[in-house]
């Protein structure tokens, strides 16, 4: 098996290319972040008399492009200011409040020790509620995701674990991030205990209610025959690795070509033609059998 690089070695570099000394410059694609060696929280999952000791890790990030607002003029960075729609003035962090809005311009303003005061306790427990089948837990709801770590509890946390792996089982309770609290999942998944806020329910809208889907026709037996056919044959195992950001690529390819000093020639996409669903259910067919 190849030694794996350090993770120095796996950092790519990004060498910055200027004109008056022809360096080159390359926007390379970011690398894979390792773990965080810093946690973000620290406490223990709390099951009746039962404290299993954690650390809480970042475990997802978000990789996109992300851009600057400049004064297209020179090129420098726009601030945003606070700015009062009635006085039309900068407004100092001082005189600044939050409000709740009842109605049209209608605000209930609070004081921040008023909403000190109703903030959830932040105390150093994942309190468990109960047990659930993994599996029932409908993925509309998942949040964000945090990989969970022992803290000098290496037996009750591999307990717990193996236990959750073996029955398929996952616990339901809540935790309190940074002044807000949250229903949590904890499960295990690829050899370790992981933490996923969730959705309260009244955030997630049912589909069903949409007045769209009463005016649903029941499809043609032919159209559903092929329909069922092309799902059969684009039929396949899950990888999410064979999905990349295509607009962040192009994107620093842009930065790229802008970069050595290339023009850059914007070409229009063509464009589609409009096709009946049985026409284009056939044709979607035969490209398929081709390959």
């Known amino acids: 098996m190849p030694k794996k690089p350090s993770r120095a070695k796996r950092q790519e570099t ?46 997802v990030y978000d990789r996109g492009i992300s851009f600057h607002f400049l004064h297209a003029t020179d090129n420098q960075p726009l601030k945003s200011e606070r700015v009062c729609t009635k006085e039309h003035k900068v407004v100092p962090w001082n005189e600044v409040a939050k409000g709740y809005e009842v109605s049209k311009n209608q605000y209930v303003v609070f004081s921040k020790e008023e909403l000190d005061a109703v903030k959830p306790e932040s105390d150093k427990r994942i309190r468990i509620d109960k047990f659930v089948d993994y599996l029932s837990v409908d993925p509309v ?19 717990l674990l193996t236990a959750f792996e073996s029955m398929g089982k996952a616990a339901v309770g809540k935790i309190t991030l940074r002044t807000k609290e949250y229903p949590v999942l904890v499960h295990a998944y690829k050899g370790a205990l992981v933490l996923t806020t969730m959705r309260y ?91």
């Open 141 to 159: 709801y998942f949040n964000s995701s945090y990989a969970l770590m022992p803290d000098k509890s290496n037996d009750a946390y591999s307990l």
């Open 201 to 291: 329910g009244y955030d997630v809208v049912d589909p069903s209610g949409f007045e769209e889907l009463q005016a649903l026709k029941t499809p043609q037996k032919a159209e559903l025959e092929l329909a069922k056919k092309i799902i059969n044959d684009l039929s396949g195992e899950f990888d999410i690795n064979q999905y990349t950001d295509t607009y962040r690529q192009r994107v620093e390819e842009l930065i790229q070509k802008k970069l050595k000093g290339q023009t850059i020639t914007v070409e229009k996409a063509p464009k589609e033609e409009v096709k009946g669903l049985m026409a284009a259910l056939q044709e979607t067919l035969k490209q398929l059998e081709k390959k």
């Open 14 to 59: 990004v060498q910055t290319e200027k004109s008056s000394t022809k360096e080159e410059t390359k926007v390379s694609e970011k690398p894979k972040r390792a773990p965080s060696r810093r946690s973000m929280w620290s406490g223990s999952i709390s099951i009746g008399l039962i404290n299993v000791p954690v650390k809480l890790y970042a475990m």
